[in-house]
């Protein structure tokens, strides 16, 4: 595979060694410059506006327009957020881009705090996450001895600082207003929206949070412009993603590919097929929380909106292959387990009923399940729907159980005894 | 009986401490911010939050025993059970399921001879289980104290295990 900064705008600095990137190589390959044209020759609301007519969407999982985003923040002297808490089981993107092109994420960090007037920017990191961090503060450092962060960055009046901090270790990190508490030092709890962090986030100031992907395109479209990241792409989404697929193939990995590429693409040239003696039962697009998919959804292009028509989240764009020969009532039991323990018991409906649903799950897998135990299952999915809990985290629990029922109920069936 | 205790040097943090809590006070507004923070420098010393280093944090920090034991509780990489001096978490999310971690986790009770949760009698393991790792490319993985080991072999646990022994 050759790399051009032409097709992809996230990794072509990699080529095909694999190391990380530091000052003097990443500033070889024009680093920081698409920082010193935001800073210089435009001003906030144009960088704002770039960005949303590039029509690049949040790559965190939700997709909500970036531009849109940051128009929200209407008040001056505002906070960045960096969420770089990945905890999605299946989500490895954030990881390879902490790790092997810490400036290209915060020549980002750079461009959207001027484009928000930011004072000061945090990048939010996993706490396991042992060689990013150790990445990103060597990073850091040696732009603060060069002077190019800190005070007067490249000669303007623009001053930031950038702090990293290491989390300690919850799910509902990942949520935007629990991420906020936590950097607080407060519990992870998600807080109740309105007020959004738009107008009150960290310390009660406006706040905008953004994935680590996201900030990583934003130094390539303030240099080449936005129609140039509209054309990368193969779909009406603009722009390429991080895209992979884990599980039993050949190739497991993480490739930068335009959003638009089939799945079926996604999976047998760059994952290399399914391993010898194994078929494909169902898939997953984008992690933990998204809707399994079947072998005839393969076809389907991989971007925001094709993947919603088909009943799923593109997520995060990184899929998991389930092959024939996993119990899918076992499967969902390891799921529906992760979900019930990482939840943060704040609203009863999630700190109640995913130990519910893992309970009847144990039940099926013995095969001691009740008759009416399909039933219950999805009588709770539907009280769990996005609103009627405080955050999405019970939503996005559910989503691989209602589809799994949907698609293989004999297998759910099979726990029941018929008395 | 609940042990009453009663402010004397063990209450007070030891300077490496302190020193430690400073150089990273810069980053935040206020002493509620640091706390996570300051749990974390605690434990990387005592291996563990006791109730005698919640007292000391919290009179350093000056702020409430309640809001630290909240908190202490509430994130899993703070531990407030006395664990050994090696961690070992193992992956048990969906990616390595499909992979199958469970070869992994039993090799390890098995040599540990230990259950997870649990730790060994020499006080040397503590065998624990983590959400994912952010590694599902090269599952079942395996993180020992800050060290990450990807696509492991039930072979070769007992190798791994060796370097800590």
């Not at chain 1, 190019?148 to 207003?177: D, P, Q, V, W």
């Not at chain 2, 009698?121 to 289980?129: G, M």
């Given at each position: 595979m050759i790399i051009y900064e032409e097709t992809h705008p996230l990794t072509w600095r990699l080529k095909k060694k694999k190391k990380p990137i530091f000052l003097k190589k990443y500033l070889k390959y024009n680093g920081y410059n698409g920082a010193k044209k935001a800073i210089t020759k435009f001003s906030p609301n144009e960088i704002i506006e770039i960005i949303k007519k590039s029509g690049l969407r949040g790559r965190g999982g939700a997709g909500f327009p970036t531009g849109i985003k940051w128009s929200l923040i209407k008040k001056k002297k505002s906070y960045l957020i960096c969420n770089a808490d990945e905890m999605e089981p299946g989500t490895y993107k954030d990881r390879f881009l902490l790790e092997n092109l810490p400036h290209q994420l915060i020549e980002g960090i750079i461009i959207a705090s001027y484009a928000l007037q930011s004072k000061c920017a945090y990048i939010f990191l996993r706490g396991e996450y042992i060689i990013?961090?150790?990445?990103?503060?060597?990073?850091?450092?040696?732009?603060?001895?060069?002077?190019?962060?800190?005070?007067?960055?490249?000669?303007?009046?623009?001053?930031?600082?950038?702090?990293?901090?290491?989390?300690?270790?919850?799910?509902?990190?990942?949520?935007?207003?629990?991420?906020?508490?936590?950097?607080?030092?407060?519990?992870?709890?998600?807080?109740?929206?309105?007020?959004?962090?738009?107008?009150?986030?960290?310390?009660?100031?406006?706040?905008?949070?953004?994935?680590?992907?996201?900030?990583?395109?934003?130094?390539?479209?303030?240099?080449?412009g936005f129609h140039w990241y509209k054309n990368i792409s193969l779909s009406i989404d603009s722009g390429t993603k991080m895209m992979g697929f884990s599980g039993k193939v050949n190739n497991p990995g993480v490739w930068e590919l335009p959003l638009g590429i089939t799945a079926r693409e996604l999976l047998e040239d760059y994952a290399h097929g399914i391993c010898n003696g194994y078929s494909i039962k169902a898939w997953l697009p984008g992690g933990a929380g998204t809707n399994f998919l079947l072998d005839k959804h393969l076809d389907l292009p991989m971007d925001f909106n094709s993947i919603q028509k088909a009943g799923s989240r593109l997520g995060t764009g990184l899929a998991v292959i389930i092959d024939n020969k996993i119990n899918m009532v076992n499967l969902l039991l390891n799921i529906e387990n992760f979900f019930s323990r990482e939840s943060c018991g704040w609203c009863t409906p999630c700190r109640d009923g995913l130990p519910w649903i893992v309970k009847i799950l144990k039940c099926l897998k013995k095969k001691q399940g009740k008759i009416n135990d399909i039933n219950t299952l999805k009588n709770i999915c539907n009280m769990l729907q996005p609103g009627k809990t405080f955050c999405a985290h019970a939503p996005g629990a559910l989503a691989p159980l209602k589809s799994a029922i949907k698609y293989f109920k004999n297998e759910f069936e099979k726990g029941i005894i018929y008395k | 009986m609940n042990q009453i205790i009663f402010l004397n040097k063990k209450n007070l943090l030891s300077k490496l401490e302190i020193k430690k809590i400073e150089k990273i006070k810069f980053k935040y507004k206020d002493n509620h911010a640091i706390s996570i923070e300051s749990l974390k420098v605690v434990q990387r010393y005592r291996h563990w939050i006791s109730d005698i280093s919640l007292k000391a944090i919290s009179k350093y920090l000056n702020i409430e025993l309640n809001y630290l034991e909240e908190i202490s509780t509430f994130y899993s990489q703070i531990f407030r059970k006395p664990v050994?001096?090696?961690?070992?978490?193992?992956?048990?999310?969906?990616?390595?399921?499909?992979?199958?971690?469970?070869?992994?986790?039993?090799?390890?009770?098995?040599?540990?001879?230990?259950?997870?949760?649990?730790?060994?009698?020499?006080?040397?393991?503590?065998?624990?289980?983590?959400?994912?790792?952010?590694?599902?490319?090269?599952?079942?993985?395996?993180?020992?104290n800050r060290d990450t080991y990807t696509n492991v072999i039930p072979k070769y646990v007992n190798n791994i295990l060796n370097r800590y022994r």
């Open positions: 990013a961090e150790k990445n990103i503060n060597y990073a850091i450092n040696e732009l603060l001895d060069k002077k190019m962060l800190g005070k007067n960055i490249f000669n303007s009046n623009f001053s930031l600082n950038i702090y990293l901090h290491t989390g300690a270790g919850r799910y509902i990190c990942g949520e935007e207003t629990a991420l906020i508490n936590s950097l607080e030092g407060k519990r992870a709890n998600p807080r109740f929206k309105p007020p959004f962090p738009s107008s009150s986030g960290l310390w009660g100031e406006p706040t905008c949070v953004n994935n680590v992907e996201t900030l990583s395109n934003i130094p390539s479209i303030i240099k080449n | 050994g001096r090696h961690v070992i978490s193992y992956c048990d999310s969906f990616v390595c399921y499909v992979k199958n971690y469970k070869r992994i986790k039993n090799v390890l009770e098995k040599t540990l001879k230990i259950k997870t949760g649990q730790t060994t009698k020499n006080k040397r393991f503590t065998l624990l289980q983590t959400c994912c790792l952010g590694n599902c490319d090269k599952g079942p993985i395996l993180m020992i």
